[in-house]
């Protein structure tokens, strides 16, 4: 079975599992879910889920926390990890929010990426889940494990992966397919232990039993 004939029952079998996904991190707007993304890396959404309430109490959009101190910042958002740059960025982030886009989270991957702390990944992200725009496949951990044991890329590389997969899916769907591998990845896929035997891919998975990619 090729990528093409197994991309499409993925989805389907997928979809019949999570036939809603939202992304796992906690946000009401793009600016949270931009902010929640930026910590999230090398750090799990349920640390992050915690940390954001208090962040966004204290500085509830771009223009409150282009204002903040970085030390105040480095306090709050201390437990996610490399707290020092992701405060330095996040307020980065929203003093360009505020001075070059009016104050709105800018809706294209090139003027997204612009903001320090946002890169591919997470500007694929915002822009599928907060505007219903689809430039990309988001590809991190969990995308990059599944794609790979599912036989769909044989690359390693973040970029090269997503060029393998957008292919395979309609554009509208790309979105859709990211926030499913994630949470399939978490579930039922994870690096150390797959649970091959209660997985519904598992017949067309050429990776079964395969752990630790």
């Known amino acids: 079975m090729t990528s093409t004939e197994r991309a499409p029952i993925i989805f389907e079998r ?3 599992r999570y036939p809603k996904t939202v992304p796992a991190l906690d946000h009401t707007n ?3 879910l931009l902010v929640a993304t930026v910590l999230a890396a090398q750090c799990t959404d349920a640390r992050v889920n915690m940390v954001t309430p208090n962040l966004f109490a204290r500085w509830p959009g771009p223009a409150e926390l282009a204002t903040a101190s970085q030390e105040d910042l480095e306090e709050v958002v201390r437990s996610t990890g490399f707290y020092h740059n992701k405060a330095k960025n996040l307020i980065g982030a929203a003093k360009r929010v505020m001075d070059v886009f009016g104050g709105e989270v800018p809706r294209t991957l090139a003027e997204l990426i612009t903001l320090p702390g946002v890169a591919r990944k997470t500007a694929n992200i915002v822009m599928s889940n907060s505007f ?3 430039e990309g496949i988001a590809v991190d951990t969990h995308v990059t494990r ?3 044991r599912l036989g769909l890329t044989d690359a390693k590389d973040a970029v090269k992966i997503e060029r393998d997969l957008m ?6 769907h790309w979105g859709e ?3 499913m591998l994630v949470y399939f990845g978490r579930e039922v896929c994870p690096a150390r232990a797959p649970k091959c035997p209660s997985c519904e891919l598992e017949d067309i998975c050429p990776k ?6």
């Open 14 to 16: 997928l979809r019949l």
């Open 177 to 179: 397919i990211n926030n």
């Open 146 to 148: 599944l794609a790979y």
């Open 132 to 134: 219903g725009i689809h």
């Open 167 to 172: 292919p395979l899916y309609p554009r509208e």
């Open 30 to 32: 793009a600016w949270e």
């Open 208 to 213: 079964r039993g395969v752990a630790g990619k």
